[in-house]
């Protein structure tokens, strides 16, 4: 491991300073690394976020999609993404449970979806909780956009580490869906930020209770309506149209 922190420093080191520009994809990180330099890097840098293209969400029926499988009245929450080390669906998991314990009306009305590809202790564990979770396997990148724009709420899960500056990607993509988001992620970080900024809810990955009541909100408030609440300005300037405006300025 000192190897290999060695090396990435030694590569980043001569990145940075043989770069005439440096593209970060949030202010945080942008900060983050600066500050190991001087100010000569401070001037050559600049932060643009991920971006989604709208024209990749056209609904393609020849796409294979559960939503088809369920009553109509069924809301779908799902995660598109991998889970490992910490950040895995143990406390989700519980929250569904109670809820079925305690609210088993709403229980009956409401499916949770995993995608994307798991390694096999991930995969034994979904397969214990098939009754609360249902798992697809992987998809292609095409099939994520597909299934995120006929979703009634989208799930970001993340490990339990608080002030993180990572902005996933994923989290772009479902933007582009226009999706109400519950984040089970740290409270202080660039993913809660965001998620907050969309107009979505962020709740502790280790307070069940917090996801337990949020799921059931989210249900309560969107199920009537099957809309988005979601902050459409600053959902637009995640576009492609907009980001890549702010990239030709950096570059030209």
Same mark, same amino acid.
């Given at each position: 491991?000192?190897?290999?922190?060695?090396?990435?420093?030694?590569?980043?080191?001569?990145? +940075?300073?043989?770069?005439?520009?440096?593209?970060?994809?949030?202010?945080?990180?942008?900060? %983050? &690394?600066?500050?190991?330099?001087?100010?000569?890097?401070?001037?050559?840098?600049?932060?643009?976020?991920?971006?989604?293209?709208?024209? %990749?969400? &056209?609904?393609?029926?020849? +796409?294979?999609?559960?939503?088809?499988?369920?009553?109509?009245?069924?809301? #779908?929450?799902?995660? +598109?993404?991998?889970?490992?080390?910490?950040?895995?669906?143990?406390?989700?998991?519980?929250?569904?449970?109670?809820?079925?314990?305690?609210?088993?009306?709403?229980?009956?009305?409401? !499916?949770?979806?995993?995608?994307?590809?798991?390694?096999?202790?991930?995969?034994?564990?979904?397969?214990?909780?098939?009754?609360?979770?249902?798992?697809?396997?992987? @998809?292609?990148? =095409?099939?994520?956009?597909?299934?995120?724009?006929?979703?009634?709420? =989208?799930? #970001?899960?993340?490990?339990?580490?608080?002030?993180? !500056?990572?902005?996933?990607?994923?989290? !772009?993509?479902?933007?582009?869906?226009?999706?109400?988001? %519950?984040? @089970?992620?740290?409270?202080?970080?660039?993913?809660?930020?965001?998620?907050?900024?969309?107009?979505?809810? &962020?709740?502790?990955?280790?307070?069940?209770?917090?996801?337990?009541?949020? #799921?059931?909100?989210?249900?309560?408030?969107?199920?009537?309506?099957?809309?988005?609440?979601?902050?459409?300005?600053?959902?637009?300037?995640?576009?492609?149209?907009?980001?890549?405006?702010?990239?030709?300025? +950096? %570059?030209?």
């Amino acid at each position: 491991m000192g190897l290999e922190r060695y090396l990435n420093k030694k590569i980043e080191n001569e990145v +940075i300073n043989n770069s005439d520009k440096i593209i970060y994809t949030s202010e945080e990180t942008r900060k %983050l &690394v600066n500050k190991k330099y001087d100010f000569s890097v401070d001037t050559k840098s600049y932060s643009i976020p991920h971006c989604f293209d709208k024209n %990749l969400y &056209v609904f393609n029926r020849t +796409i294979y999609d559960t939503k088809n499988s369920y009553p109509e009245d069924v809301f #779908i929450f799902r995660y +598109i993404g991998k889970f490992y080390g910490r950040r895995n669906p143990n406390t989700l998991s519980k929250a569904i449970k109670k809820i079925k314990k305690n609210r088993p009306e709403i229980f009956k009305k409401i !499916v949770f979806e995993v995608y994307g590809q798991q390694n096999l202790y991930i995969k034994f564990k979904l397969f214990i909780l098939k009754d609360l979770i249902k798992y697809f396997g992987p @998809i292609s990148y =095409l099939s994520s956009l597909n299934l995120m724009k006929t979703s009634d709420c =989208l799930l #970001i899960i993340d490990a339990p580490f608080s002030n993180s !500056v990572f902005f996933p990607s994923k989290l !772009v993509d479902y933007m582009g869906a226009n999706k109400f988001v %519950l984040g @089970i992620t740290p409270l202080k970080g660039t993913a809660s930020d965001i998620i907050k900024e969309m107009g979505g809810i &962020v709740v502790d990955p280790n307070n069940i209770e917090a996801i337990y009541n949020s #799921i059931i909100k989210i249900y309560n408030n969107l199920n009537k309506k099957k809309g988005s609440k979601n902050n459409e300005s600053y959902l637009n300037i995640h576009s492609s149209v907009d980001v890549s405006k702010k990239l030709y300025k +950096i %570059l030209f």
